[in-house]
């Protein structure tokens, strides 16, 4: 079945970075664009940032460019997330994602990982 392992979130000072990381099962990573959304305390889940399968194109939300770097790596069916500058605001649970057909083509459904705490505080 797909599974996504997110990792690497931790306690950060404002300005510090650290880096996420997703490890993939389940399905044909490589065929698929992977997607980094966070969800904040109270608030509802916010996309961050894509990067595609067949050309590694990258896409990512206006707070976080220039901040945030996207990358993947298909031998280890991994997705990065390599966050820095980081602010307060910054602070919730990151997730990776990814949207998957159905075995008959006809519907998508989306998956994510548990999640790994940011918290961005002095």
């Known amino acids: 079945q797909v599974q996504l392992v997110e990792s690497g979130g931790g306690l950060v000072q404002p300005g510090g970075s650290l880096r996420l990381s997703c490890a993939a099962s389940?399905?044909?990573?490589?065929?698929?664009?992977m997607t980094w959304v966070r969800q904040a305390p109270g608030k509802g889940l916010e996309w961050v940032s894509n990067?595609?399968?067949?050309?590694?194109?990258?896409y990512y939300a206006d707070f976080v460019k220039g901040r945030f770097t996207i990358s993947r790596d298909n031998a280890k069916n991994t997705v990065y997330l390599d966050v820095n500058s980081l602010k307060p605001e910054d602070t919730a649970v990151y997730y990776c994602?990814?949207?998957?057909?159905?075995?008959?083509?006809?519907?998508?459904?989306?998956?994510r990982g548990q999640g790994t705490q940011v918290t961005v505080s002095s």
């Open positions: 994602a990814v949207r998957l057909p159905s075995v008959d083509g006809t519907a998508w459904s989306d998956y």
């Open positions: 389940g399905f044909s990573f490589s065929a698929y664009t």
């Open positions: 990067i595609n399968s067949h050309d590694n194109r990258t």
